[in-house]
């Protein structure tokens, strides 16, 4: 039978790994000043008849003084290979760095005897735990001695080292730093030995007899067995150099002894190793901060934004970009975080330790580490390994149905959890449940894709949160899901948006973040490519003013924003002073990844910012129940005296309350009684018709005239009889009314279109900014969507919603500036209140001095929801005449559609179908025309109302009930 190549190559490791059979002897002589190296490879192995060799960028290869050409080839045991390299990135007069393919390699391991001839000044590094130096002739011989096997082979040269030499137990720790980093030489080897402590503890003996610091002038930060290499610039970070932390990245090259460098790699099965060390490090690290469930949670959202092809961890060998790196470090630390966290951290140390015990000198594979589990365990974990090594997704758990109630006393939770993946994964879910009482945990062991959940609880929860501390390598939610600068990076098919003349000076911006975006002017985007794409919003442009209030930033600017259309897609937004700016900043961008914010000036950081997401997977919330003082409790003439140094002072209301609109009232009179120059906004009316406003207040016209012409009856609809007290106050004090809401026939297009529909004109109705980046905003307003029910998609929900607050935040501020010596009073429905990210916001976003305060009325007391609450007894009122009928507005005509049984329609005689022509002799053409008679209908007289049928019509004359 022929074996392939893969087959023959894992059969030849696996054969040399156990029978150690392959000896190599490698014999150097390098010439610093011409970049050259001569070498003879000697190799044999008892037990093998040949091999298959890999000389990638030898030159010169001869065997038996005959040439070799092909990149690998198979020859047969023993054999001596001569070769060349001639490379000036490898080999220089100050530097030999030989990492990789610079001898023929093998597959598998080789015990290895290195011998290296090279000018006297040179130190020389290899992976050994003893060698040797002979001196001749201005030349020095160093050979090294290696007492494991080894599965590579690297050396590292240079005539410019200074060394320095600490102990620790009986292990010598040797420093080779080049002359601008030797005085940090002494920090950095008792940094290690603390590394040393520290997983020495944790893992068991230091392998080998010495630990080598080697600095590089390369961009590099890796280790070999008994040596780690450090990068220059990465030696000069500052955190590296703290003494007060274990934090960095020398612990996890450090780390890579035990993990990778003495237990080697089987990559038939995938990587174990680098997951393992950064669980081991960098987590570890982040623990001891207390910041472990955060590390995690940018596990995951690292596999979000950079996992968009299936990949499972058995296929992962080696980092090569950051969806490898989410896949092999994160996903891989979390199959281990999963382990501890079922087996506690003592069982889960005792099974490393007896891993690396066991399989030093060799190779690791996920089986024998499956079966170390189980052994120690006594557990079959072929459920849990085997969906995790092989599966390509990661879970994606959605709680739906979820309700609480009582049943025979006892307080239920309910609700059904699914996995929306395609790998079927065993789980232990961790569920929090937060009551009055205090927190309850529980653990949910789901076994299949879709699981009906029923749990007892002693007290009523206000808040269930699934895998708050995410120890589940899952989905996150979109509210979980930081908006970070890691989900442009890792998006690749993003718009960057940019007016033409200013593309160079964010060319280096987009350069470096997202080299392949298209490029598209804010004036040709569309609405659908908003909704598809995530965006680089570069400059101040008109797609800015629709999105997100701005301000002006220094030097080099970014935000990271939810996109308000899409929730899997974001918006940065990026502003330059300069090209020079942006340069600058530009081979940096790319490390800041986890931020929110940037501002750098002159490729100077300035100011960073993380994103702070919702914490864990929230499947229930419910106000909590709050308990008042009565005695404690003010009233609203106390109240008033509270807010007499307020600027603008908010009241909300359910509309349809009479008791709501009497509070506001007691507190415009109030305030007008302290002395205080005041004036009232209110929401029921639209802006464009201000002009009727003022002359109705200022006496040039009646009641009658002033409703028609606001057109209130048809643009509010709430009986008219409510605000009247408010309204007739304010005339009768002279008090300016404001109009505050846009046109109500924008807002219709817009639910039903969309901004992007309106023309010209109608845009200039709009309000000056638009911001949409408040997330809780926009989640509320989705809770609110969904129980309409409407047709409309949800963004153009959203689009009316921050139009209409937005429209009433700018009539508020542009009075604040022309009026700054009066209070304004603002009365708007609670909803444009609460939690101040209505209005109130978007006033102080403007105004940031400004003093305001909100109160609200009849609603829940949580925290932040508003400064004030009101609670009143309801009041009745004599509400307008009513006709009990549905009407359809078809062709200027009133068609009843349909009719209240009980109404004074019915009692009339009306019936569905019929035309309704005058009321009062007053044409009626719209709803508008019969609320304003109505209305105006003197319960003291009789009502005539004239109605047609098919082409008879009829009239009648009734008494008002």
């Known amino acids: 039978m022929k074996l392939s190549h893969t087959l023959l190559t894992s059969l030849l490791g696996f054969y040399a790994l156990n029978c150690q059979a392959i000896d190599y002897q490698i014999n150097l002589t390098i010439s610093p000043e011409k970049s050259q190296l001569t070498a003879v490879a000697h190799i044999s192995a008892p037990n093998l008849d040949d091999i298959t060799l890999d000389l990638t960028d030898l030159t010169a290869v001869q065997i038996a003084g005959k040439p070799l050409l092909s990149d690998h080839i198979k020859v047969a045991l023993p054999v001596e290979i001569h070769y060349q390299i001639n490379n000036k990135d490898l080999i220089n007069p100050t530097n ?66 200074q060394v320095e030499q600490q102990n620790h137990n009986n292990i010598r720790l040797h420093s080779y730093f080049l002359p601008d980093n030797a005085p940090l030489a002494k920090t950095y080897l008792q940094r290690s030995i603390d590394y040393l402590r520290l997983y020495e503890q944790q893992l068991g003996a230091y392998p080998y007899q010495q630990l080598n610091l080697v600095e590089t002038p390369l961009p590099a930060g890796s280790s070999m067995p008994t040596y780690t290499l450090l990068g220059s610039k990465v030696i000069r ?188 994964y065993p789980l232990s879910v961790p569920l929090t449940i937060h009551t009055d009482g205090g927190i309850i945990q529980k653990t949910l062991q789901i076994t299949q894709k879709k699981q009906t959940v029923d749990l007892i609880l002693p007290a009523r929860p206000h808040h269930m949160v699934l895998d708050e501390n995410y120890d589940l390598m899952r989905q996150l939610s979109p509210a979980e899901t930081p908006l970070s600068l890691n989900r442009l990076l890792g998006d690749d098919a993003v718009l960057a948006v940019v007016e033409p003349a200013q593309r160079a000076d964010y060319q280096a911006i987009i350069n470096a973040l997202t080299p392949n975006a298209t490029l598209v002017s804010p004036d040709k985007i569309t609405f659908a490519q908003m909704q598809k794409h995530s965006l680089l919003l570069l400059g101040k442009n008109s797609l800015l003013k629709q999105l997100f209030a701005h301000e002006n930033h220094r030097g080099l600017w970014l935000q990271v924003n939810a996109n308000p259309y899409n ?132 006496g040039k016209t009646d009641e009658a005239q002033f409703l028609k012409q606001t057109q209130y009856f048809d643009r509010w609809r709430y009986d008219y009889n409510l605000y009247k007290p408010i309204i007739d106050h304010i005339k009768q004090q ?83 500036k022309q009026h700054p010596d009066t209070t304004l009073i603002v009365l708007a429905g609670n909803g444009h209140l609460q939690q101040r990210y209505g209005i109130v916001n978007r006033v102080q976003r403007q105004l940031p001095e400004v003093r305001q305060q909100t109160i609200l009325q009849d609603e829940d007391i949580s925290p932040n929801r508003a400064d004030h609450v009101i ?91």
């Open 96 to 161: 030999v760095v030989l990492l990789d393919n610079w001898y023929p390699q093998p597959q598998g391991l080789a015990h290895y005897q290195l011998t290296a001839n090279l000018p006297a000044d040179f130190k020389a590094i290899s992976e050994a735990d003893n060698s040797t130096v002979q001196a001749q002739n201005q030349r020095k011989t160093h050979v090294f001695h290696f007492d494991h096997p080894l599965d590579h082979l690297t050396f590292i040269a240079s005539n410019q080292y």
């Open 734 to 816: 002279h008090i300016p009314l404001l109009a505050l809401n846009i046109a109500g026939d924008i807002n219709r297009k817009i639910a039903h279109q969309g901004i992007a529909a309106l023309t010209q004109a109608e845009q200039h109705h709009l309000p000056r900014q638009l911001d949409f980046s408040n997330r809780r905003y926009q989640s509320d307003l989705f809770e609110i969507y969904q129980q309409h029910k409407s047709k409309n998609p949800f963004a153009y929900f959203l689009q009316v919603q921050t139009v209409w607050d937005e429209i009433m935040a700018q009539t508020v501020v542009d009075h604040q």
């Open 871 to 961: 609670f009143s007894q309801p009041i009745e009122f004599s509400e307008e005449i009513k006709l009990g009928v549905y009407l359809n507005e078809e062709n200027q005509q009133l068609k009843v559609k349909q009719i209240n049984p009980q109404s004074l329609a019915a009692k009339i005689g009306i019936q569905q179908g019929d035309i309704l022509l005058q009321l009062n002799q007053q044409p009626l053409t719209s709803v508008a025309d019969l609320k304003g008679a109505l209305y105006h209908q003197p319960t003291a007289k009789p009502l005539q109302i004239m109605w047609k049928r098919k082409n008879k019509k009829m009239q009648k004359t009734v008494k008002i009930p």
């Open 567 to 698: 929730d899997k897609k974001i918006i940065v937004l990026a502003q330059t002073d300069s090209p020079t700016q942006t340069q600058a900043a530009q081979r940096k961008l790319s490390h800041y990844g986890p931020y929110q914010t940037l501002q750098f000036n002159q490729g100077q950081l300035v100011q960073k910012q993380k994103p702070q997401p919702q914490r864990g997977l929230l499947i229930f919330e419910q106000t909590q129940n709050h308990v008042l003082q009565p005695q404690k409790t003010q009233t609203i003439s106390q109240l008033i005296k509270q807010l007499q140094n307020q600027q603008i002072i908010y009241i909300g209301e359910q509309h349809d309350q009479m008791a709501h609109h009497l509070n506001q009232l007691a507190i415009i009179q109030g305030l007008a009684q302290t002395g205080k120059k005041i004036a009232v906004a209110m929401e029921m009316f639209q802006r464009p018709y201000q002009t009727a406003i003022d002359d109705y207040i200022s």
């Open 237 to 424: 970070l500052p955190f590296i150099l703290d003494n007060t932390i274990l934090d960095t990245s020398l612990g996890h090259e450090i780390l890579h002894q035990w993990l990778g460098n003495s237990v080697y790699i089987d990559h038939s099965q995938g990587n174990w190793a680098e997951g393992l060390t950064n669980y081991l490090a960098e987590h570890f690290f982040a623990a001891q901060r207390q910041q472990d469930a955060a590390y995690r949670q940018q596990i995951m959202a690292d596999y979000q934004a950079y996992v968009h092809q299936p990949m499972a961890v058995k296929d992962f060998r080696q980092r090569q970009n950051k969806a490898q790196s989410a896949v092999g470090y994160g996903k891989v630390a979390m199959i281990f975080h999963q382990l501890k966290q079922r087996y506690g951290e003592k069982q889960f140390l005792q099974t490393l330790r007896q891993l690396i015990q066991k399989n030093t000198g060799k190779k690791l594979n996920w089986q024998q580490i499956q079966q170390q589990f189980e052994q120690d365990t006594g557990d079959n974990l072929s459920g849990y390994f085997q969906p995790w090594l092989n599966g390509q997704d990661i879970p994606n758990l959605q709680a739906t149905a979820v309700k609480i109630n009582v049943q025979r006393g006892q307080i239920h939770a309910q609700f059904e959890l699914r996995q929306d993946n395609d790998t079927l």
